[in-house]
């Protein structure tokens, strides 16, 4: 199968990776080169202990075999959704190579080890604005944040420490959908579902 194909020309589940992480690395390294968006942006839906849903674009900062990283303020509407309820879904969609990816599982908190470990790596404007804004609370007007901007700014001349309430989350896959778009809208669809330490996949119908 050509790199770019490897979900089109699919005839039966069998053919795919055994491993989804696998075919979605492939999918992101082609996104890095084709994508004129930045490919790791995604879709991120949590819902509240009531069941009510909400969606936001997120970045994703790190995959590896333990699952997929972003990085929020935990007093932010997703950030008590996660408390209430930590499971969670993630969409991905690279345009240019026809592909969605959407993936479900419950979500952990990493480390404040590794919380202050990325930190460190953003500008120092965005560390500033992780002090100075109370992410999805009522705003009176630009002015105040302006000034909760210059305030922080002045208390911290040099180092910047993290704020207690910023940190990341780790979503734990149990479920990855990848989807290409087929002519005639008979997409391709590839499902793989986490059955203790193994993958099952199946195909599914458009």
């Not at 002519?183 to 099952?200: A, K």
Request: aromatic share 12%; net charge negative; glycine share 6%.
């Amino acid at each position: 199968m050509q790199k770019m194909d490897i979900i089109e020309r699919l005839e039966k589940a069998g053919d795919a990776p055994a491993d989804p992480l696998a075919l979605f690395n492939q999918g992101l390294t082609q996104a890095h080169e084709k994508e004129t968006s930045d490919p790791t942006a995604m879709c991120l839906a949590t819902a509240n202990a009531q069941g009510h849903p909400s969606a936001r674009m997120v970045l994703l900062k790190n995959v590896d075999e333990r699952g997929f990283t972003f990085f929020t303020n935990a007093q932010s509407r997703k950030g008590r959704d996660l408390i209430e309820n930590p499971y969670a879904a993630l969409c991905f969609y690279w345009e240019t190579l026809s592909w969605q990816v959407r993936i479900e599982g419950p979500v952990e908190k990493i480390s404040a080890a590794e919380d202050d470990s990325y930190f460190a790596t953003r500008s120092r404007g965005s560390r500033i604005g992780a002090w100075a804004s109370e992410q999805s609370r009522t705003l009176d007007s630009r002015h105040t944040l302006a000034a909760r901007v210059q305030e922080f700014s002045e208390k911290f001349k040099d180092d910047i420490p993290r704020p207690p309430w910023w940190g990341g989350y780790r979503l734990i896959p149990a479920q990855y959908e990848f989807w290409h778009e087929g002519q005639d809208r008979l997409h391709t669809r590839l499902i793989y579902v986490r059955q203790g330490t193994e993958w099952h996949r199946e195909l599914l119908y458009p």
